[in-house]
């Protein structure tokens, strides 16, 4: 049996970011774990534009970000890059970062960018699309037709 490279999904726990970030997991075949994250003050207020002493932005109520690093973290909304970034300096550079949305910060922070062309990014690491990544494939529809098929 082989065993999946480990890919954090980092969030504030928005299920339509969670979502995204989830689906482009699977769909790159890790296995991935959710990590909910919550910010103190004054990163709240300020993310991601204060990224001063990263290491400390992080509130207890959320879940914690510590070693050992995953191999991946796959990111979306802005409460989720400071502490994305802490975990790829944290990892000396050997966790990769993908951010899902515009991150109204330099790309350069990140290994990669995905953004909806509304969003006008342009660089090298970003990769601009139509619609949002998303858990549906042919696959789970299939299974699914047994169970909602009374109700359409």
Known sequence: MTTKNICWIVTEGSLGMENQALGLGEAMDYSCVVKRIKLRKPWLFFTPYLSF???????KEGDILSNPWPELIIACGRKS???SLYVKEASLGRT????????KISTKHFDLVICPIHDNLSGNNVIKMVG???QVTEEKLRESIPIFKDNF
Not at 53 to 59: D, E
Not at 96 to 103: A, S, V
């Open 53 to 59: 002493a990263k290491k400390y932005c992080l509130s």
């Open 132 to 134: 949002a990544p998303h």
């Open 96 to 103: 990769q970062l993908i951010y899902l949305q515009n991150p």
């Open 81 to 83: 890059i400071l502490p």
